[in-house]
Each structure stands twice: as structure tokens, then as C-alpha cells.
């Protein structure tokens, strides 16, 4: 599986951004993909992640209910509808994806075998 995640910019605090995760591959549907993002100077942390077998969705405490995932089989995408974005959203955000991962690992970046290059999103105060 090849990802590529774009969509990414500036955007004023209060705005909204809407990223998109592209992938390769025809099992793509059964792949659960998830969202983590890095600051400068930061560890990579867990956005959101969506399942690939139920499509059950799972978010951080810091962005639930502002932060929307969802996929599209059909066009082998996910994405990362973002609103009300704080400053502190600032990062670079890569899509990662796996199979046969488990609920307790989903937020650990390390469960992940596949991952996009990243795309930076930068929230002005």
C-alpha cells in the first residue's frame, strides 16, 4: 500500500481544513488507516484512526468533536475533515494504515506498517 496525504495550509484559528489520504492498493477497504501529527520538537501523536472492517471511527481527547474522519472505498481515500483548528494544531500530518491491528495498539504509531509523507498545517493565532 502506497499513501499520500495532502490537503494540508494555512489557515487562520477558528478555520477549517480538510485533508485527504490517497492510497494504492485493492485491499484497501480492509486496511484500517489512521491520522498522527508532529510538531517540531514533539512526539508523533495519535489524531484519529477509522477502521477498516466496521469503519469505526476513534478520536484524541484534544480534537474530539472538532475533527471528523472518514473513508471512501470506492476511491481508495480517507480524510480529515478539520474545524474550529487552534494553534496548537500546527503540524505536519501524516495517514498511516495497517492490517489486522487491534483496538489497544490503534494509537500507537508503531502499529502502523505503511505511511504517507506528510502535509503541514499551520493554524495562525
Known amino acids: 500500500v502506497q499513501l499520500q496525504a495532502f490537503g494540508g495550509g494555512l489557515v487562520q484559528a477558528g478555520g477549517s481544513l480538510r485533508l485527504s489520504c490517497a492510497a494504492s492498493?485493492?485491499?484497501?477497504?480492509?486496511?484500517?488507516v489512521g491520522w498522527f501529527r508532529q510538531a517540531p520538537g514533539k512526539e508523533r501523536e495519535f489524531v484519529a484512526v477509522v477502521r477498516g472492517s466496521t469503519s469505526l471511527t476513534y478520536y484524541a481527547d484534544s480534537v474530539k468533536g472538532r475533527f471528523t474522519i472518514s473513508r471512501d472505498n470506492a476511491k481508495n481515500a480517507v480524510y480529515l475533515q478539520m474545524n474550529s483548528l487552534k494553534p496548537e494544531d500546527t503540524a505536519v500530518y501524516y495517514c498511516?494504515?495497517?492490517?489486522?491491528?487491534?483496538?489497544?495498539?490503534?494509537?500507537?504509531?508503531?502499529?502502523?506498517?505503511?505511511w504517507g509523507q506528510g502535509t503541514q498545517v499551520t493554524v495562525s493565532s
Open positions: 498511516a494504515a495497517a492490517s489486522g491491528i487491534i483496538m489497544s495498539t490503534m494509537r500507537l504509531a508503531s502499529s502502523y506498517d505503511y
Open positions: 492498493g485493492r485491499t484497501f477497504r480492509s486496511y484500517t
